[in-house]
């Protein structure tokens, strides 16, 4: 596959591990509560898919603090804002950087409504709304891979040895596309152990039972008994909230559905972008204000003459979100 195929692919990841996760499970078991999301991570290391599997009660707590991410200065103050009113300084950690930076952070945070703030002569107290809850249950990360070759295989092979060794994901997978056919024993003896391998068969769209487990994953979390230290810890948490906020639709923000030639087409039980013009999946590099046959959708469009408010590209911003939330919604009411 071209790598715009791969854009394509991992599009089709996302929405099957939302429909059948966990693969190990087994169709027809219950769900696992979880969100999944779109390249994300660290510095060192950025993953295809992710996916958050998540307290249901606790993921209910959460999104009582609203949709959007978190950041790691905002989640410093939300985490440790005292039940009761109290100098921002004495109620938090000390950061490990200078105060005036907390204290900007405290404005943003209570800008944003997520705990209460007021001033006592020339200090800044503060209070929180409610406690943030521990929704994170396991952060597992997925390469996908379409056409696993060698290369691809040693590439791989690497990621998935310092995932293993960073211990920030609890599970590593890759995904990768066999129409059918059996994944290569060869190539599979080039990556770790640790790591699963999902055979996906999308040829007939994404539905639940569109790919197997070719090979099962081990955890990678600390053993029985032992924790991960309080950065790593945070760290993780700071790629859930990016991961909750960010979601893996919204490559609408950087593609250009206000595009006369823009489409979302529907591959099984995933809608998935599409471009008329160029009759493929665009990649978000390609579809954007640069891209030659761009096309401003006309105005009569956003008006009369279509049946959604405010034209095609604003509806398929909604039909997006709308999905998000509805996901969002599943997650926190399985049992
Ligand atoms: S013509 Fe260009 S901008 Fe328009 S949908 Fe296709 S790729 Fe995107």
Request: glycine share 6%; net charge neutral; proline share 7%.
């Amino acid at each position: 596959m071209t790598p715009d195929a791969e854009f394509s692919y991992e599009l089709l990841v996302c929405r099957y591990a939302e429909l059948a996760w966990h693969p190990s499970d087994g169709l027809g078991d219950d769900l696992r509560p979880s969100i999944v999301a779109r390249q994300l991570g660290t510095k060192e290391r950025r993953w295809d898919t992710l996916v958050i599997e998540v307290d249901p009660a606790a993921f209910a707590a959460r999104r009582r603090f609203g949709d959007r991410t978190m950041d790691s200065d905002l989640l410093h103050v939300v985490r440790h804002a005292p039940a009761e009113w109290a100098w921002y300084r004495d109620a938090l950690p000390h950061p490990g950087y200078p105060w005036r930076y907390v204290r900007q952070a405290v404005h943003r945070t209570a800008g944003r409504d997520l705990i209460e703030k007021r001033r006592d002569g020339n200090r800044i107290r503060i209070r929180r709304k409610r406690p943030y809850p521990d929704w994170v249950e396991r952060i597992v990360a997925i390469e996908n891979k379409p056409d696993l070759d060698r290369s691809a295989a040693d590439r791989l092979a690497d990621q998935l040895a310092h995932d293993v060794e960073t211990g920030l994901a609890d599970e590593a997978w890759l995904a990768t596309e066999t129409t059918g056919e059996r994944v290569e024993p060869a190539l599979l003896r080039e990556l770790p152990v640790e790591a699963g391998i999902l055979a996906t068969d999308f040829s007939g769209g994404v539905d639940a039972d569109a790919a197997d487990v070719a090979w099962h994953p081990s955890g990678l979390a600390p053993a029985e008994g032992e924790r991960r230290d309080p950065e790593t810890e945070t760290l993780r948490l700071e790629i859930a909230e990016r991961a909750y906020g960010k979601g893996w639709r919204s490559y609408h923000e950087t593609m250009r559905p206000d595009c006369r030639h823009f489409e979302l087409r529907r591959e099984g039980r995933a809608l998935v972008p599409y471009c008329a013009a160029k009759e493929k999946v665009p990649t978000s590099r390609e579809c954007s204000g640069s891209c030659p046959s761009f096309s401003p959708e006309p105005p009569q469009w956003r008006t009369k003459g279509w049946p959604i408010e405010g034209g095609p590209g604003k509806g398929f911003k909604r039909v997006l979100a709308r999905r998000r939330a509805r996901e969002r919604d599943r997650a926190e009411s399985v049992e």
